[in-house]
Nanobody
Framework: QVQLVESGGGWVQAGGSLRLSCAAS????????MGWFRQAPGKEREEVAA????????YYADSVKGRFTVSRDNAKNTIYLQMNSLKPEDTALYYC??????????????WGQGTQVTVSS
């Protein structure tokens, strides 16, 4: 069982930055692929970034490429999402998720409760 707790959300003006964190419980965190998702009201959930257990392989949605950076610190059981050049359309509830094994393929097993990001124009 893995428990995930996100933090770092808030309100920011367009063009600003935020860094989200996701702290995970469990001894096997370093063997889990991790992802960041977001969901805005009335829209489907979107995977915005993901990172393999080693940190070597990453994925970004086209909508955030060049602006967001995902990273992880396995010693701290934490992953991060650095968000720069934020736009009003980035406003959403941001979730982290975890799954054992490789980055691609099967879906995620564990989900956090989310942290709200609001970007004003």
């Amino acid at each position: 069982q893995v428990q995930l707790v996100e933090s770092g959300g808030g309100w920011v003006q367009a063009g600003g930055s935020l860094r989200l964190s996701c702290a995970a419980s469990g001894r096997t965190f370093s063997s889990y692929a991790m992802g960041w998702f977001r969901q805005a009201p009335g829209k489907e959930r979107e995977e915005v970034a993901a990172i393999s257990w080693s940190g070597i392989t990453t994925y970004y949605a086209d909508s955030v490429k060049g602006r967001f950076t995902v990273s992880r610190d396995n010693a701290k059981n934490t992953i991060y999402l650095q968000m720069n050049s934020l736009k009003p359309e980035d406003t959403a509830l941001y979730y982290c998720a975890a799954k054992p094994g490789p980055l691609y393929g099967r879906g995620y097993d564990y989900w956090g409760q989310g942290t709200q990001v609001t970007v004003s124009s």
